[in-house]
């Protein structure tokens, strides 16, 4: 696989102006460097789908949300179902980041239907998966993401439009980053774990992005291991330059 994916997850963050700036800049941007081997993505919050979906309609940017409730519709205040992302036209959608796991309490069963809901609407989801530092100290990284994978993905149809994130929660914007060795470790094993438990064409063609940390100054050193397929990025991608950058390292990788 020879896509980079320049993932760039605004979590809760951004003014209605600060995102409709930051869109037209990186929509002149994309207009100009054409490139089929860079995926540019966003994950805004809910209020801003909109300006993103009109951008990532003038343009090749694309677009994913940060989460879905499990439920169809109906009286859940609060929530946004699969049917409104797929009415706007949202492409993606995260599942289970570790913030959601840990201050919402979603767990692995209910994971696994948040993703079903996703592919009832041919939205595709991004699963991410990571230890805690705790997890990592006892030697139970391993254990931990495989165990994530197999109860997030049970009854699941593993096909081309499933993408995984590695996210270990101790590099999650503490400033932290994963070693690219320890991150292309974990990486390799989800991608045998896939490759075990579907297939060997599936596994190869997954996209594997790694989260925790990514800026300009380490991405080209992570992507550069084989099974890297992308940053899932939190704080670096709230800046226009620092997301263009990235975008541009990734150009030339
Ligand atoms: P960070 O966040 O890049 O700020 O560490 C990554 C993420 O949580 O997706």
Redesign the pocket.
């Known amino acids: 696989m020879d896509k980079i994916y320049i993932a760039g ?1 605004w ?1 809760m963050n951004m003014t209605f102006q600060a995102a409709d700036d930051f869109f037209s800049q990186l929509a002149d941007y994309l207009n100009s460097n054409r490139s089929k081997n860079v995926e540019a993505l966003i994950f805004p919050p809910f209020t801003y789908l909109e300006l993103a979906t009109d951008t990532a309609e003038e343009t090749s940017l694309s677009i994913g949300a940060q989460n879905v409730s499990e439920h169809d519709n109906g009286a859940y205040t609060g929530e946004i179902s699969g049917d409104m992302l797929s009415s706007m036209n949202v492409e993606f959608c995260l599942v289970g ?3 959601r796991r840990q201050y919402f309490k979603e767990d692995n069963a209910l994971l696994n239907k948040k993703i079903k809901k996703l592919r009832n609407f041919f939205i595709k989801p991004i699963l ?1 998966v990571g230890e805690s530092l705790a997890e990592r100290e006892a030697g139970k990284a391993h254990e931990v993401v495989q165990k994530q994978l197999e109860n997030c993905l049970e009854g699941i149809e593993i096909d081309d439009d499933l993408c995984i ?1 590695y ?1 270990p929660v101790w ?4 400033g932290r980053t994963a070693s690219p060795q320890q991150a292309q470790e974990i990486h390799n094993m989800i991608r045998n774990w896939i490759a075990e438990k579907y297939d060997k064409q599936t596994a190869e063609n997954l996209p594997i992005l790694y ?5 300009p100054s380490n991405l080209a050193e992570l992507m550069a291991q084989p099974d890297i397929n992308g940053g ?6 709230l800046d226009i330059d620092s997301y263009i950058e990235m975008l541009n390292i990734a150009l030339k990788i």
């Not at 989260?211 to 800026?215: I, L």
């Not at 899932?232 to 991608?237: K, T, Y």
């Open positions: 997850n979590k980041h570790s913030e991410c994130a996210e590099a999650i914007g503490t989260g925790g940390s990514v800026k899932l990025i939190g704080g670096a991608s």
